[in-house]
């Protein structure tokens, strides 16, 4: 990667808003350093609390440990499962180890919890449209038992709803990953509908408040900018969303975990250029980002704000 002071390029930049930290990772991030405030170090957390390595790299230098699975915490210690969620089976293995468990679990994958066990309940089996491997997806497919109760199926794309064969059409639901574009999830739903008339789904969009309102942002910010350049670990699914949907509306657009990685090449040409960050983002890093690029010629033009935040969630009663 190339980096360096060119005073002969001359671009707008335009931030966009809202972006950032949302009340979810806000929530998490906070139980962990609550966590450590109030009862020492070490606290050991179940995957990363929030997919950005800066947060992780800091609560890891403040005392907390992140293990993948909840065998590698010592019997009777202090344990955080992320922001993502967790199945049923890693609740039951924490009890079985007395762990004393605070549940970082954002409310609105919690929401998504209820959904699916609900629906297993009522005898439906439930489709979910989320990526494979990921830990939110794994969390909420493990809402549903194994005991046959309720089936569960995995798709990502159209072409996954016209392969699928389910045990019962009549008797089918669908949930959707938080973190997903909308855009894309519209499509399967309506996928799903079409190949399935009578599959009931959740009565608002699974989506979060801030996965939408960001990938809002995006869109406006695209159509001003032909580079977008996204603040966002690789391992972010609603950071890999907003780069892709840069993408998908023209810009040129790249995925950063800090301003070193920006390659000066990129700004070759280019008449205005984009910042936004993911869902789990530091504002921090974004301010380095501009930063740099008023260094190498950036000017930057107020971009006014598509929504207004205002969600806030309670932390567990024991950390207040």
């Known amino acids: 990667m190339k980096q360096g002071k060119d005073l002969t390029r001359v671009f707008e930049v335009r931030v966009a808003s809202p972006r950032g930290f949302c009340a979810g990772v806000d929530r998490a991030i906070e139980i962990v350093n609550r966590a450590l405030t109030q009862f020492g170090a070490p606290v050991f957390v179940r995957h990363e609390v929030v997919h950005n390595k800066h947060v992780v790299q ?13 065998r590698e915490i010592p019997e009777g210690a202090l344990c955080i499962f992320s922001a993502h969620g967790v199945s049923q089976q890693v ?37 979910l449209i989320g990526h494979e491997g990921h830990p939110e997806v794994e969390g909420t497919l493990g809402q549903i038992a194994s005991d046959g109760q309720g089936q569960k199926y995995l798709i990502e794309t159209v072409e996954d709803v016209e392969t699928l064969e389910v045990r019962d059409p009549e008797k089918l639901s669908f949930v959707t990953q938080t973190t997903l574009s909308v855009d894309d999830t519209q499509q399967v739903i309506a996928s799903l509908q079409q190949r399935f008339p009578n599959i009931q789904g959740p009565k608002k969009n699974d989506i979060c408040y801030a996965t939408q309102n960001r990938q809002d ?39 950063i975990d800090h301003h070193s990685q920006i390659d000066v090449d990129w700004l ?53």
């Open 58 to 70: 800091d609560l890891r230098e403040r005392g907390a440990i992140f293990v993948e699975e909840v």
């Open 91 to 127: 609740r039951r293995d924490a009890e079985a180890r007395g762990l004393r468990v605070f549940d970082a679990t954002c409310p609105l994958v919690t929401k998504v919890h209820l959904e699916v066990s609900k629906a297993a309940k009522d005898g439906f089996d439930t489709v």
């Open 217 to 255: 942002a995006v869109k406006a910010l695209a159509k001003a900018c032909d580079l977008v350049l996204v603040v966002g670990s690789q391992n972010s699914s609603n950071s890999n969303r907003l780069r892709e949907l840069a993408e998908r509306l023209g810009s040129q657009a790249h995925l």
């Open 268 to 320: 070759d040409g280019k008449r205005a250029v984009g910042v936004t960050s993911g869902a789990s983002a530091p504002e921090q890093l974004v301010q380095e980002v501009l930063g740099y690029l008023t260094q190498l010629g950036g000017q930057f033009v107020e971009t006014a704000a598509t929504t207004i935040e205002e969600v806030e969630f309670s932390l567990p009663k024991a950390l207040r």
